[in-house]
């Protein structure tokens, strides 16, 4: 394997392992109004990924940094191509990250419900790009033979990618849900599991849709696309049933089968013109020199591992469920991290 490659897998790790757990934290964002309801349910919501999501989001940060060192080609076309709908992404993560550290700074219900709306917006209007976004890839958008991006944002807009956003989206929806299910209790955790058991079919039928699609646009199936399939029908058969453990691997195995499948798709290609085959950018003539690479990689191969020591680590910490009465003492205050 040359290290073209590796790093390409790499940066598929980061975007994967990124919406694998901030998915979740979408989904808890988008559904902390509906699963929440009043005001003690909702702050029960919010603190089961209080400590969690800003760790989640570095994964976000570090798969572009990563795509800016190893394939700046890559970086330089869909940063400025996408602009736009990375900038409104920036937008929305932002006032995501807001709402949850100022929702609890006052007592009225117009600020509360300010905030809130900023959350659910926030939480819905990220992934929905990122899955636009990554839909793109595959899709293919105007690029010509300088690697410029020809196009609008308009041109960013087509049926394909925007299904991609929507499949992210209902996916994030149903991996929020059965992540409530799994650490909170009583009332919550009820409602999550009806949410969940409404929703995970909605997925799974995105999810069906979504292969369909990849496999005509990319022309083959692949192993990735099958598991997708598999794991949304058992997440369909056990969201919202009880065996929370069980649901939340099943959502968190369809989002990652998903995400690598689009990748799959593209290798060796990262980016599909729609100009002409000779256009595409590929893993080659995208990526930087072998010894940037080579230096990357001995980074990497010391910090990565610290970094899943640290975040595993957080994860243990804050592992037992969130149960009404403990939510209800905490000062309302308080912004709900880990910080």
């Given at each position: 394997?040359?290290?073209?490659?590796?790093?390409?897998?790499?940066?598929?790790?980061?975007?994967?392992?990124?919406?694998?757990?901030?998915?979740?934290?979408?989904?808890?964002?988008?559904?902390?109004?509906?699963?929440?309801?009043?005001?003690?349910?909702?702050?029960?919501?919010?603190?089961?990924?209080?400590?969690?999501?800003?760790?989640?989001?570095?994964?976000?940060?570090?798969?572009?940094?990563?795509?800016?060192?190893?394939?700046?080609?890559?970086?330089?076309?869909?940063?400025?191509?996408?602009?736009?709908?990375?900038?409104?992404?920036?937008?929305?993560?932002?006032?995501?990250?807001?709402?949850?550290?100022?929702?609890?700074?006052?007592?009225?219900?117009?600020?509360?419900?300010?905030?809130?709306?900023?959350?659910?917006?926030?939480?819905?209007?990220?992934?929905?790009?990122?899955?636009?976004?990554?839909?793109?890839?595959?899709?293919?958008?105007?690029?010509?033979?300088?690697?410029?991006?020809?196009?609008?944002?308009?041109?960013?807009?087509?049926?394909?990618?925007?299904?991609?956003?929507?499949?992210?989206?209902?996916?994030?929806?149903?991996?929020?849900?059965?992540?409530?299910?799994?650490?909170?209790?009583?009332?919550?955790?009820?409602?999550?599991?009806?949410?969940?058991?409404?929703?995970?079919?909605?997925?799974?039928?995105?999810?069906?849709?979504?292969?369909?699609?990849?496999?005509?646009?990319?022309?083959?199936?692949?192993?990735?696309?099958?598991?997708?399939?598999?794991?949304?029908?058992?997440?369909?058969?056990?969201?919202?049933?009880?065996?929370?453990?069980?649901?939340?691997?099943?959502?968190?195995?369809?989002?990652?089968?998903?995400?690598?499948?689009?990748?799959?798709?593209?290798?060796?290609?990262?980016?599909?013109?729609?100009?002409?085959?000779?256009?595409?950018?590929?893993?080659?003539?995208?990526?930087?020199?072998?010894?940037?690479?080579?230096?990357?990689?001995?980074?990497?191969?010391?910090?990565?591992?610290?970094?899943?020591?640290?975040?595993?680590?957080?994860?243990?910490?804050?592992?037992?469920?969130?149960?009404?009465?403990?939510?209800?003492?905490?000062?309302?205050?308080?912004p709900l991290t880990g910080s």
């Amino acid at each position: 394997m040359t290290l073209v490659t590796f790093w390409f897998i790499v940066l598929v790790v980061f975007w994967t392992g990124f919406l694998v757990l901030e998915g979740f934290d979408f989904g808890v964002g988008m559904l902390s109004g509906v699963v929440g309801r009043d005001e003690d349910g909702r702050r029960q919501v919010i603190e089961t990924i209080g400590p969690l999501w800003d760790g989640n989001e570095v994964w976000l940060i570090v798969a572009g940094a990563g795509t800016f060192a190893a394939f700046p080609g890559w970086y330089a076309t869909m940063f400025s191509g996408f602009y736009l709908a990375f900038l409104l992404l920036l937008v929305a993560l932002i006032a995501r990250g807001v709402s949850f550290e100022f929702r609890g700074r006052r007592d009225g219900p117009g600020w509360r419900r300010a905030f809130a709306v900023a959350m659910t917006g926030g939480s819905l209007l990220a992934p929905l790009l990122v899955g636009v976004a990554l839909g793109n890839l595959l899709h293919g958008v105007p690029i010509g033979s300088d690697q410029e991006y020809a196009g609008t944002f308009t041109d960013l807009l087509g049926g394909y990618p925007l299904f991609c956003g929507l499949t992210v989206v209902l996916l994030c929806l149903s991996h929020g849900a059965s992540f409530l299910a799994l650490k909170t209790a009583g009332e919550v955790r009820d409602r999550a599991m009806r949410t969940g058991r409404l929703l995970a079919p909605l997925a799974a039928a995105a999810v069906v849709g979504f292969a369909v699609w990849t496999q005509a646009t990319a022309g083959r199936w692949s192993l990735p696309l099958v598991v997708a399939v598999l794991a949304a029908l058992a997440a369909a058969w056990q969201v919202g049933r009880g065996r929370d453990g069980v649901a939340f691997t099943t959502t968190a195995v369809t989002m990652a089968a998903v995400v690598v499948s689009i990748f799959v798709a593209l290798y060796p290609r990262v980016m599909v013109s729609t100009l002409g085959s000779a256009n595409d950018l590929t893993v080659t003539n995208t990526s930087s020199a072998p010894y940037t690479l080579k230096v990357m990689t001995v980074a990497a191969a010391i910090l990565f591992p610290v970094v899943l020591i640290y975040q595993g680590w957080t994860y243990h910490v804050f592992r037992r469920r969130v149960g009404a009465a403990e939510s209800s003492h905490r000062d309302d205050v308080r912004p709900l991290t880990g910080s």
